[in-house]
C-alpha cells in the first residue's frame, strides 16, 4: 500500500469530516466513522488531529477558507465599493448553492460547541474566524476602491456576518434564492453609504 503524505492524508480525514457530518450531522460524526469515510485507521486519525476539536476546526477553517476565497477572487481596482461589495457577495453565494450541506454543518457545529462542556471556546473561535475572513475582505473592498470605513471595523464586520449568516440561514430553510440575493444586494448598498472616499 501506498504511503499518504502527512498533510493528504489529513485533507482526507477532513474532507471525510465533512461527508460524515452532512450525512449524519455532528453527534454522529464519531472519530471512528470519519476513520471508515477516508479509509484510513483510527490510530491514523488520532495520529493526525490531538482531538475531535481540532479536527472540527480543520472542517471549519477548510469551509470558512473556501467562502472568503470566492467573496475575494475578482476585488481589483476601479470599481466603487458598492459593486465590489454586490459581487462578492454573490460569488459567495454560488459556493453556498453549490454546497448547502457545508453551510447547514457551521451551524450544527456552533449549537454542538455551545451545548458540549469544555468547547464553548471552539464557538467563539468559530466566529472569530469568521469575523477576520469578513475583515480582510473589508480592507480588500476599501483599498480597491479607495476608500475607508465611516464606522469602526469590529462594528462593521459584525454587520457585514450577522446578516449574511441570517440570509443563508434563511435560505437554508426556504431556499428562496432571489429572496436571498436581493437581501444580500440591499446589504451591499447599504454598507456602501459608510464608505467615504480618501482624498
Given at each position: 500500500?501506498?504511503?499518504?503524505?502527512?498533510h493528504d492524508r489529513r485533507q482526507q480525514l477532513i474532507e471525510a469530516a465533512i461527508r460524515?457530518?452532512?450525512r449524519d450531522g455532528i453527534a454522529a460524526t464519531t472519530t471512528r466513522r470519519i476513520a471508515t469515510e477516508a479509509g484510513a485507521s483510527l490510530a491514523t486519525v488520532h495520529y493526525c488531529f490531538r482531538s475531535k476539536q481540532e479536527l472540527f476546526?480543520?472542517?471549519?477553517?477548510?469551509?470558512?477558507?473556501?467562502l472568503s476565497e470566492a467573496a475575494q477572487a475578482d476585488i481589483r481596482p476601479g470599481r466603487d465599493a458598492a459593486t465590489l461589495l454586490r459581487?462578492?457577495?454573490?460569488?459567495?453565494?454560488?459556493?453556498?448553492e453549490k454546497e448547502?450541506?457545508?453551510?447547514?454543518?457551521?451551524?450544527?457545529?456552533?449549537?454542538?460547541?455551545?451545548r458540549q462542556p469544555g468547547m464553548e471556546s471552539f464557538a467563539q473561535w468559530q466566529y472569530e474566524t469568521s469575523y477576520a475572513a469578513c475583515t480582510a475582505h473589508l480592507e480588500?473592498?476599501?483599498?480597491?476602491?479607495?476608500?475607508?470605513?465611516?464606522?469602526?471595523?469590529?462594528?462593521?464586520?459584525?454587520?457585514l456576518m450577522t446578516v449574511i449568516d441570517g440570509v443563508v440561514l434563511g435560505w437554508l430553510v426556504d431556499r428562496d434564492s432571489d429572496s436571498a440575493l436581493a437581501a444580500l444586494d440591499a446589504l451591499a448598498d447599504l454598507l456602501a453609504t459608510l464608505a467615504?472616499?480618501?482624498g
Open positions: 500500500m501506498a504511503r499518504v503524505a502527512a460524515v457530518a452532512e476546526e480543520q472542517v471549519l477553517t477548510a469551509i470558512i477558507t473556501e459581487e462578492g457577495m454573490r460569488a459567495l453565494w454560488v459556493v453556498v448547502p450541506g457545508k453551510q447547514q454543518l457551521t451551524y450544527e457545529l456552533t449549537h454542538y460547541a455551545l480588500g473592498v476599501a483599498d480597491a476602491a479607495g476608500i475607508v470605513w465611516s464606522i469602526p471595523m469590529p462594528v462593521l464586520t459584525r454587520m467615504v472616499e480618501v
